[in-house]
């Protein structure tokens, strides 16, 4: 039998502890690397030609067209959102689903919690009967059907034009439209009411 040397225990217990250390300082994160590992991430997902049809109670209400979308989803679900780059186009149609109105922008951007569309870059909203309202900058309220902004925007129809730096409400299909500080020209009957 071939007996151990007291010394060559001690060798080998200083060993381990060195190896061991080695092991518990190679594991330690830097305060940096953990908070990129943990920190809230965003997935974002990519669709190309999208069309989508919107209804509400069982009626078709909207058609959406866009060449691209992102569908952004946070860890926190108020953060999500669908982002249209691109360009938009929607098609709204009345309770006959017969098309009332158009929009179209350059780029929208759908907050799911909020059920309201941010849309900007050339907004125009053109009725069939083609009462037409521009805004550089404009919000779709899907729950209200209606469109607003604080931002400067123009209203034309047959005998009416109106222009507002300060902003407006309008219904979705334009049969109401109310401006903050409104100017303008505005044919008026006998009455004294727009024709």
Same mark, same amino acid.
Request: aromatic share 12%; net charge neutral.
């Given at each position: 039998?071939?007996?151990i040397s007291p010394t060559y225990h001690r060798y080998l217990f200083l060993a381990a502890i060195v190896i061991g250390c080695f092991f518990i300082s190679a594991c330690e ?29 069982? /009626? ?28 938009? !186009? ?11 109105? *158009?929009?179209?922008? @350059? ?12 849309? *900007? ?7 069939? /009967? +083609?009462?037409?309202? *521009? ?8 729950? /209200? ?10 209203? !034309? ?6 222009? +507002?730096? /300060? ?6 299909? @334009? ?8 100017? +303008? ?11």
């Amino acid at each position: 039998m071939t007996s151990i040397s007291p010394t060559y225990h001690r060798y080998l217990f200083l060993a381990a502890i060195v190896i061991g250390c080695f092991f518990i300082s190679a594991c330690e994160n830097s305060q940096k690397d953990i908070d990129a590992w943990t920190k809230n991430k965003e997935l974002k997902e990519e669709a190309i030609g999208v069309e989508a049809l919107m209804s509400q109670s069982g /009626k078709m209400k909207a058609k959406l067209k866009a060449p691209l979308m992102y569908r952004v989803t946070a860890l926190s679900p108020d953060t999500s959102y669908l982002e249209f780059p691109k360009s938009l !186009h929607v098609d709204f149609y009345d309770d006959s689903t017969r098309i009332e109105t *158009r929009l179209d922008c @350059l780029y929208g951007k759908y907050f799911e919690s909020l059920d309201k569309v941010y849309l *900007r870059d050339s907004v125009v909203v053109i009725t069939t /009967k +083609g009462d037409t309202l *521009r805004s550089p900058d404009l919000w779709w309220d899907q729950t /209200k059907g209606i469109f607003y902004t604080d931002k400067f925007a123009q209203y !034309h129809a047959k005998d009416q034009q109106l222009v +507002g730096n /300060k902003g407006l409400i309008a219904t979705q299909d @334009l049969k109401t439209v109310t401006f903050q500080s409104p100017e +303008g020209v505005m044919n008026l009957s006998s009455t004294g009411f727009s024709k």
